[in-house]
């Protein structure tokens, strides 16, 4: 008898287990939510979004035309980040400016050559007009500016006869990411939110599903266990998030151009360790809600909105205040970004990934748990 029971609780888990895959191909909303917003979301995040600036609009004015000046706005007007054009006068370039079709303008003032080539008048000055209700952007036009200022200012000096060469130069290098593109961290990041919404979305559903169509009642008359019936809902799930994973990491590497520098292995062992608190929060919830629409609320909010916003994704965590960076020590989704990003663009940190898959474990075991624990047995 005792060795029949381990496997009849297997028979069990399995029997329960392909009836939940079939239900998740043949309920509509299953197949949108795994389908159309994963390919959605990677979209959006690898050709919709970027944090890059590119082609930035921006106006020159030239108070005087001089060849100095000349010389100085065809530096801007040929710089590959900016897409610049002249305006007559300072009075369009503000029109302009505040109808949205400039990020900002520069002034070349009328005495500008006078007091780049005379000594002792102070020195020559332009003025960068930005839209501060862009604050991001603002920053991007002045410091671009600054650096086309600063490159022609060499080649004038150079040019003169002067000495053009600094005391001391800084040469940056960027590691992990050479080019600095945005969009090797937000696909990495894109894949956390889709795996949220496949491990915590659709398994908020599963158990609601079940009490609104009241076909729990047949399964607790059967002698299957609140644990039994908890695995039996993980295991499709499960599978389905790790080939979506797998969907989501070649759509980056081949689809999107990010680098891949890590082994599967580590991805694998970053997925499973992601999708036990992620689906543990998702039962969790759909034991708690016995209505879909309230676990589908609650599934957003607890799950899809801190991933975007409290994990690293979108917004720095060390610029966030103390007590929000303490709730961001809860959010699995944190761990996950920071761990795919260090995987895709720098390898196998194990330094980086041990602690954060333990993390992940320990979220998902507290997940787990309570979710068990809300299961009922019985029908009360």
Same mark, same amino acid.
């Given at each position: 008898? !005792? ?29 949108? *939510? ?16 970027? #944090? ?49 079709? #400039? ?39 002045? !410091? ?17 006869? @002067? ?21 090797? !961290? ?42 039994? @019936? @908890? ?15 797998a969907a989501c990491v070649l759509a980056a590497v081949f689809l999107f151009g990010v ?10 062992? #970053? ?19 016995? !209505? ?37 020590? *809860? ?8 761990g795919l990003q260090t995987v895709f663009l720098a390898g196998d940190v194990w330094s980086? @990934? ?19 624990? #809300? ?6």
């Amino acid at each position: 008898m !005792n060795a029949a029971r381990p496997h009849g609780a297997f028979s069990r888990i399995a029997a329960l287990a392909r009836k939940e895959s079939k239900q998740i191909w043949r309920d509509p909303s299953s197949a949108v *939510i795994v389908l159309f917003l994963p390919l959605f979301l990677l979209f959006l995040f690898g050709y919709g979004i970027s #944090l890059d600036a590119a082609s930035v609009r921006i106006g020159i004015v030239i108070e005087e035309r001089e060849p100095d000046a000349e010389s100085l706005a065809n530096a801007y007007l040929t710089a590959p980040d900016f897409a610049a054009r002249i305006y007559e006068s300072q009075a369009l370039a503000e029109v302009a400016l505040q109808a949205n079709r #400039l990020r900002g303008f520069l002034v070349i003032p009328s005495d500008f050559s006078q007091r780049l080539r005379a000594r002792g008048s102070g020195p020559a000055q332009i003025y960068i007009i930005t839209d501060g209700s862009q604050p991001n952007t603002a920053e991007i036009v002045a !410091n671009y500016s600054q650096g086309v200022l600063g490159a022609w200012t060499t080649q004038f000096a150079r040019d003169q006869g @002067l000495s053009a060469e600094p005391a001391l130069t800084i040469e940056p290098r960027f590691w992990f990411n050479e080019d600095l593109r945005t969009r090797y !961290n937000l696909v990495p990041g894109s894949i956390a939110l889709v795996m949220t919404i496949i491990g915590t979305l659709l398994t908020a559903l599963v158990m609601a599903r079940e009490w609104e169509r009241g076909t729990l009642e047949a399964v607790f008359a059967t002698p299957v266990t609140s644990l039994e @019936l @908890l695995a039996s809902k993980l295991i499709p799930y499960f599978l389905l998030a790790l080939a979506t994973m797998a969907a989501c990491v070649l759509a980056a590497v081949f689809l999107f151009g990010v680098p891949f520098r890590g082994s599967f292995l580590a991805i694998l062992a #970053l997925t499973a360790a992601f999708l036990a608190p992620a689906l543990g929060q998702g039962l969790l919830i759909s034991s708690a809600a016995k !209505n879909q629409f309230v676990a589908s609320q609650l599934a957003l909010f607890s799950g899809f909105l801190p991933a975007m916003l409290l994990s690293g994704f979108m917004f720095e965590i060390d610029s966030m205040p103390a007590p929000i960076q303490a709730i961001t020590t *809860i959010v699995p989704a944190r761990y996950f970004v920071s761990g795919l990003q260090t995987v895709f663009l720098a390898g196998d940190v194990w330094s980086v @990934l041990l602690p954060a898959i333990a993390k992940m474990l320990g979220l998902g075991a507290v997940m787990l748990f309570f979710a068990w624990r #809300l299961t009922p047995k019985r029908i009360a």
